[in-house]
C-alpha cells in the first residue's frame, strides 16, 4: 500500500505542474513541506489551539483522535462544535460510520491524502488529536512521511492535580449536557463494545444502568447504578489522560521527539475573562511565535544554491536518514 501510493504521489507534482504558481511543485525537490502537530492529554485544550493556530496562518485541521472520526456522539466524543470552529475545515472529523473500524493504518492513509490536499492548496497542515499511536505510525512509520515532511510538535500540558479535576468537571458538563440521552441513543443490549464508536470512553460504563432501566428498576438502584457509571467515567477519562501522557514522554524520551512543551496550568487556575486572556498570552502568542520560527527559518536544504544546473545536492544528515528510512 505504502510504496504504490508514495509513487503515485510523487509523481503527482510533474503531472500537476502548473507554471510556477504552486511553490510547493517548484521547491518538490530541495524541500520537504511543513506540518504542525498538537498534542497533549485529553482536556488540556488541543482543538482550541490548534483552531487558534488556523486563524493565525492559513490552515487546515486533521483531527487524529481515533474515536472522533466516527460520526455521533459528538457530546461523548467531546468533539469541537460548528461555533468553536471558526469557519476552519477540518479532516477526519465524525467521517466513519459508528460500527466501522478504524486503526492506525487507516489513519496514515487518510490523513496523507489530507495533508496532500490541504498543501495543493498552499495551506498549512495541523494535526491535532489526543491518539498518540496514530500520531506515532505516521510519523515514525511511515517513510513516505519521512522524507516529505517537516514537524513542528507542539505539547499543551497541565499540573496533573489540576488535569485530574478538569477532567472530572468536564464530564459533569457533558452530563448536564446530555450525554445520557446521546449513549441511551447508540445503547442495544445485544451488541458489545469491542467495535466502532461503542469502545468511546462514555458508553460501555452506562451499561448496567442502562439495562437496569429496561427493567422499571426502583428508581434509588437507578440512580446509583447512575452515580456509579458517572465515577468510572471520570476514573476511565483519567486513566486515558495518563496513559496519553506516558505516551508523549515516551516519543519525547525515547524516538527524541522536539516537543515545545506548552504549560497551560496557569489558564486552567483562572476564570472567565482572565482565562481567556491567559489563554492567549501563554498559550496562543507562544504557540503561534513558535511556529512561525518553524514556516518560515531557512531549512537547511534551503541554503544551498537552488540553480537546475547543480548536479549533487549536498544534503544535511537529518535528510540522508530520512531518504535511507524512504528507499526500504
Ligand atoms: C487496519 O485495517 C486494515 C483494513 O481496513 C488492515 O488491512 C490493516 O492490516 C489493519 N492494520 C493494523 C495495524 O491492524
Ligand atoms: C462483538 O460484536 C461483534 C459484532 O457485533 C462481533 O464480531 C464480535 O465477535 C463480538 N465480540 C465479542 C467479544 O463478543
Known sequence: ?????????????????????NTNSLNFHNRKDKVVVVMGATGTGKSRL???????????????????????????????????????????????????DYNATNFRHD?????????????????????????????NDDPYFASRYDCCFLWVDLSLPILQRFVSER????????????VRGVFDPEA?????????????????????????TDQEILDTLLHLAIDEVKENTWKLACRQLQKIHRLRDFWGWNLHHIDATEVFLKQGE?????????????????????????T?????????????????????????????
Request: net charge negative.
Open 171 to 182: 464530564v459533569d458538563q457533558m452530563v448536564e449536557a446530555g450525554l445520557l440521552e446521546e
Open 111 to 139: 490523513a496523507l491524502l489530507a495533508i496532500e490536499s490541504i498543501i495543493e492548496q498552499d495551506k498549512l497542515p495541523i494535526i491535532a488529536g489526543g491518539s498518540n499511536s496514530f500520531i506515532e505510525s505516521l510519523v
Open 274 to 298: 482572565d482565562a481567556h486572556e491567559a489563554w492567549k498570552r501563554l498559550i496562543v502568542g507562544p504557540s503561534v511565535m513558535t511556529v512561525a520560527q518553524f514556516l518560515y527559518r531557512p
Open 50 to 100: 490548534s483552531i487558534d493556530l488556523a486563524t493565525h496562518f492559513q490552515a487546515e485541521i486533521i483531527n487524529s483522535d481515533k474515536i472522533q472520526v466516527y460520526k455521533g456522539l459528538d457530546i461523548v466524543t467531546n468533539k469541537v462544535t460548528e461555533e468553536e470552529c471558526r469557519g476552519i475545515p477540518h479532516h477526519l472529523l465524525g467521517i466513519k460510520d459508528p460500527d466501522a
Open 1 to 21: 500500500m505504502n510504496l504504490s501510493y508514495s509513487i503515485c504521489k510523487q509523481a503527482q507534482p510533474l503531472i500537476s505542474f502548473t507554471g510556477g504558481l
Open 192 to 216: 458489545n463494545y469491542t467495535q466502532g464508536i461503542r469502545r468511546a470512553i462514555g458508553v460501555p460504563e452506562f451499561d448496567s444502568f442502562l439495562r437496569a432501566e429496561g427493567k422499571n
Open 300 to 328: 537547511s536544504v534551503q541554503n544551498f544554491p537552488k540553480s537546475p544546473s547543480t548536479t549533487v545536492i549536498p544534503r544535511t544528515v537529518p535528510s540522508m536518514a530520512a531518504m535511507a528510512t524512504a528507499s526500504h
